[in-house]
Nanobody, 114 residues
Framework: QVQLVESGGGVVQTGGSLTLACTFYGTRFAEHAMTWYRQYAASRPMGARIAAAGNPTYAEAVEGRFTLARDNAKSTTYLRMDNQKPEDPGLYLC?????????WGQGTQVIVAS
């Protein structure tokens, strides 16, 4: 059974930094690409794809501010968010695709305070 658990969310000041973590419970984590998403509102579809492990790619809105990293020994991927902007808050989720199945975590909430 695969499970993803995000953590690290909270309140951050505009211009501040926050690092999120996504821990993978399953096997062969090192072989899997992990992706972070931001969901803007519960009634809307998933927000923009932020970053992916393997060959990290970033959405234009976060390029240069967000950095993806992973620790295979801990089966965890990290999303470091620097220079937080008012448009950055939301529910941040990570996912992994294993074959035809996509697994999601429950997300961690980020609030940006001015």
């Amino acid at each position: 059974q695969v499970q993803l658990v995000e953590s690290g969310g909270g309140v951050v000041q505009t211009g501040g930094s926050l690092t999120l973590a996504c821990t993978f419970y399953g096997t062969r984590f090192a072989e899997h690409a992990m992706t972070w998403y931001r969901q803007y509102a519960a009634s809307r579809p998933m927000g923009a794809r932020i970053a992916a492990a393997g060959n990290p790619t970033y959405a234009e809105a976060v390029e240069g501010r967000f950095t993806l990293a992973r620790d295979n020994a801990k089966s965890t991927t990290y999303l470091r968010m620097d220079n937080q902007k008012p448009e950055d808050p939301g529910l941040y989720l990570c996912n992994v695709r294993l074959g035809d199945t996509v697994y999601w975590g429950q997300g961690t909430q980020v609030i940006v305070a001015s």
